[in-house]
C-alpha cells in the first residue's frame, strides 16, 4: 500500500494532470522498450547481452567439422545411398499411399516400426481425421470422328458419372474467359481445356476450378489438361474443389496429346463425341496419424526444429518423388545425427505427415495441437519439391534470421550446395510460417518434376540414390545446427497471429505502465 507524509497528503491526493500524465507516458515508454528485447528467445542460453552477428558467425563456424562428418558419412560413408534404398523398399513394398485407403495404414504401421528398430526416440503416432475418396473404374472414349480409347485420372473429390456413363459432345477452351465467352455453347456438353502449362502455381487453377467453371455454364462434365510440363499420353492426377450452390459434375484429366489433339480437331470444325464413365466415390473421414519421430535436445529440450515430408501420395505410380524422397531424407537426418553420436541442444523432430495431398489436413490437425507451443518452435523445415540435384535452401524469416541461414549454408560448400532462396514452399508448413516461425524448404532441380507429379511416373525410377545422399546432408547439416546453436533463429511476429499477440501485449503494458506509474507517483511524493 502507498502511504504518504502527512505534510504532503493534500498535494498528493491531488496530484497534477501533467505529472500523472507524464508518469503513464514515461512508464509506457519504459515497459514496451523491453518487449523486443526477448523477441524469439534471443538472448544467449546463460542470460548475459544477445550475441553480435559478429559472435553468431563465428559460433557457426564452429561447426564446420561436424559438417564435413555429416558430408562424409552422407555421401561417401557408411550411410551413402540408404535413404534411397530404405525409400526403394518402402515404395516397392507399400505402393501408392492415398488417405482414407488401407495402402496408407500399411505404409504408417511400416514406418512406425522401421523408425523404432533405427532407435529413434518418442516415435509415436498421432492421430487425425483424413478425406476418404476412391477414384473406382473410369473409362473414357472418343467415339466420333473416330473411335479413340481416352486415357483419363479422376481428379480427387470428383463425383461419379450416372451408372449408364455421359455420351456427349465436346467444346474446346483454352482458358476460363473462351469458356465464358462461349457459354452458350457449352450447356449440355463436357468442356476440355487445352490451357497452356506457364507454370504449376498458374496453371493448377484449372485443375482445382475447371469443374466449377464448366458446371456454371452448363457443361454436364469436364476434361482437364494435365498440369505438366511434359508428357508421353500419361495423365495427371490432383485434387479439386466444388463450390457450394453450383452443380457437381464429374471431372478428370487427359494426357497433353489428347487434348492438343481434340483442339486441334475443333479448330477444323470437326464434331467431337466422348462417352465417359466415372465410379468416383467419396466416404466420410477416415482416422490416420502423423508419425513422429525424435532426438531429444540436451539443454532446452523443449524446443523444436522439425523437419518433415509427407508419407500419403496418390493412388498412382509409387510416391517415390512425391514425398517419399522428402520423408526419407528427413528420416535419414535423424538417422545421421544418431550414427555420429550426436546430441543438439534442441529437440529435432521428425514430423512424416498424413492428408497433405488433400491440403495438408494432416498439418493442420497438429497446428491446432501443438500451436499453443509455437514460440518453443525454432524452425519449420519441408521437402516436397523432389529430391533431384539440391542447389540450396528457401528461407522464409527476416533478415537477420536469413543472414543466419546463409552462414549455415556455407558450410555446405565442400559440396557447392550453398544457396539461400526466397520464400519457403510447404503445404504442411505454411501454418506455422504465417504464424512467425521461419521455415525451410528444399530446393532442388525441378526441370523434370512435372513430367512425372500425380502420375503412374513417380516411382522409383525417378529417383537418384547420389541426389538423395547430396539431400540428405544438406537436411542433416542445416537442422542440425539450427538445433544446436546457442540462440534460437530470431523472427518477426506475423500480422495473423502477431497482431492478436502484440495488441493484447500493448494492452498489458498499457495497463501495467498505469500501475507503475501510480507506484512511481508514491516513490516522488
Known amino acids: 500500500m502507498c502511504m504518504f507524509p502527512a505534510s504532503h497528503a493534500a498535494q498528493a491526493s491531488r496530484p497534477s494532470v501533467e505529472k500523472r500524465e507524464k508518469m503513464k507516458y514515461l512508464s509506457l515508454i519504459f515497459f514496451m522498450s523491453l518487449l523486443p528485447q526477448y523477441a524469439g528467445k534471443s538472448l544467449s542460453g546463460d542470460g548475459s547481452h544477445p550475441k553480435t552477428f559478429e559472435d553468431i558467425k563465428n559460433e557457426i563456424a564452429g561447426y564446420s567439422d561436424i559438417a564435413k562428418a555429416i558430408i562424409d558419412l552422407a555421401v561417401h560413408g557408411k550411410a551413402q545411398n540408404r535413404s534411397y534404398e530404405r525409400l526403394a523398399v518402402f515404395a516397392d513394398t507399400v505402393g501408392p499411399r492415398l488417405s482414407g485407403l488401407k495402402n496408407l495404414d500399411a505404409a504408417i504401421k511400416y514406418m512406425f516400426s522401421a523408425l523404432q528398430k533405427d532407435g529413434l526416440e518418442n516415435v509415436h503416432l498421432e492421430p487425425v481425421k483424413v478425406p476418404h475418396w476412391e477414384r473406382g473404374e473410369e473409362f473414357a472414349m472418343m467415339l466420333e470422328p473416330r473411335n479413340h480409347s481416352i486415357a483419363i485420372l479422376g481428379l480427387g473429390s470428383s463425383v461419379a458419372t450416372p451408372p449408364e456413363g455421359i455420351t456427349a459432345e465436346v467444346i474446346v477452351v483454352a482458358s476460363f474467359d473462351e469458356l465464358h465467352r462461349r457459354a452458350q455453347e457449352a450447356k449440355g456438353k463436357i468442356v476440355v481445356y487445352n490451357q497452356p502449362f506457364v507454370s504449376y502455381g498458374e496453371t493448377v487453377r484449372y485443375r482445382s476450378q475447371g469443374a466449377v467453371e464448366a458446371a456454371k455454364v452448363g457443361a454436364v462434365a469436364s476434361l482437364i489438361r494435365s498440369i505438366a510440363s511434359f508428357s508421353i499420353d500419361s495423365p495427371h492426377t490432383g485434387w479439386q474443389s466444388y463450390q457450394s450452390g453450383i452443380p457437381r459434375i464429374p471431372t478428370a484429366c487427359i494426357s497433353v496429346e489428347d487434348a492438343e489433339m481434340m483442339s486441334r480437331m475443333s479448330l477444323r470444325g470437326t464434331k467431337i463425341v466422348v462417352y465417359l464413365k466415372m465410379g468416383a466415390r467419396t466416404y466420410p473421414d477416415s482416422p490416420s496419424f502423423n508419425t513422429v519421430a525424435e532426438i531429444v535436445g540436451n539443454k532446452y529440450p523443449e524446443q523444436i526444429v522439425l523437419v518433415s515430408g509427407h508419407l500419403d501420395s496418390w493412388d498412382v505410380g509409387q510416391g517415390a518423388m512425391d514425398d517419399g524422397g522428402g520423408a526419407f531424407i528427413s528420416w535419414e537426418a535423424l538417422s545421421l545425427i544418431k550414427d555420429l553420436g550426436l546430441r543438439p541442444k534442441r529437440t529435432l523432430r521428425m514430423v512424416l505427415w498424413t492428408g497433405e495431398e488433400q491440403g495438408g489436413v494432416g498439418a493442420e490437425q497438429y ?30 524469416g527476416n533478415a537477420k534470421a536469413r ?9 555446405l560448400l565442400p559440396i557447392n550446395i550453398t544457396d539461400v532462396f526466397d520464400n519457403a514452399d510447404g503445404t504442411d508448413i505454411n501454418y506455422w510460417m504465417r504464424d512467425g516461425v521461419p521455415g525451410a524448404s528444399l530446393r532442388d ?7 512425372f507429379h500425380h502420375s503412374q511416373g513417380d516411382t522409383m525410377t525417378v529417383q537418384d540414390p547420389n541426389q538423395m545422399n547430396l539431400c540428405a546432408a544438406v537436411w542433416t547439416v542445416v537442422s542440425y545446427v539450427i538445433a544446436d546453436m546457442e540462440e534460437m533463429l530470431p523472427r518477426t511476429v506475423s500480422k495473423q497471429a502477431g497482431t492478436g499477440m502484440a495488441v493484447s501485449g500493448v494492452l498489458d503494458g498499457i495497463f501495467k505502465a498505469e500501475e507503475l506509474s501510480k507506484h512511481l507517483l508514491c516513490v516522488l511524493y
Open 367 to 396: 497446428y491446432q495441437l501443438h500451436k499453443e507451443n509455437i514460440s518453443n518452435f525454432d524452425i519449420v523445415m519441408e521437402s516436397d519439391e523432389g529430391t533431384f540435384k539440391p542447389s540450396g535452401l528457401a528461407f522464409t
Open 403 to 411: 543472414d543466419i541461414i546463409r552462414e549455415i549454408m556455407a558450410l
Open 445 to 451: 532441380d525441378l526441370s523434370k518434376y512435372f513430367w
